[in-house]
Nanobody, 122 residues
Framework: QVQLVESGGGLVQAGGSLRLSCVASGRTFTRYPMGWFRQAPGKEREFVAAISWSGGDTVYADSTKGRFAISRDNAKNTVYLQMNSLKPEDTAVYYC???????????????WGQGTQVTVSS
């Protein structure tokens, strides 16, 4: 499996920005599409964004489209999530994951990293 470590979360005011990072180790990172998911208190984990192995194809949830941007640097085994125009409803723990090549909104493996907390104040 691929081991994933997320970072970059924090407390930000509404309208602000954050950049999350996810460093991968283990299996060859460049072979897999990668995604970001989030889980707010009391809610199911939900899909946020995903990117193909080459970085040429990206997919976003409707709630994040136009505000978030996913990217990757395969030389650094890292995937990023640039979050702009943050809203209080973006508050959640954010996780990265290897995703299914046939459906980017589905994680490929059952295990998750520790995630990184994002809190947006109003």
């Amino acid at each position: 499996q691929v081991q994933l470590v997320e970072s970059g979360g924090g407390l930000v005011q509404a309208g602000g920005s954050l950049r999350l990072s996810c460093v991968a180790s283990g299996r060859t990172f460049t072979r897999y599409p990668m995604g970001w998911f989030r889980q707010a208190p009391g809610k199911e984990r939900e899909f946020v964004a995903a990117i193909s192995w080459s970085g040429g194809d990206t997919v976003y949830a409707d709630s994040t489209k136009g505000r978030f941007a996913i990217s990757r640097d395969n030389a650094k085994n890292t995937v990023y999530l640039q979050m702009n125009s943050l809203k209080p409803e973006d508050t959640a723990v954010y996780y990265c994951a290897v995703v299914d090549n046939t459906n980017y909104a589905v994680p490929l493996f059952a295990s998750w990293g520790q995630g990184t907390q994002v809190t947006v104040s109003s």
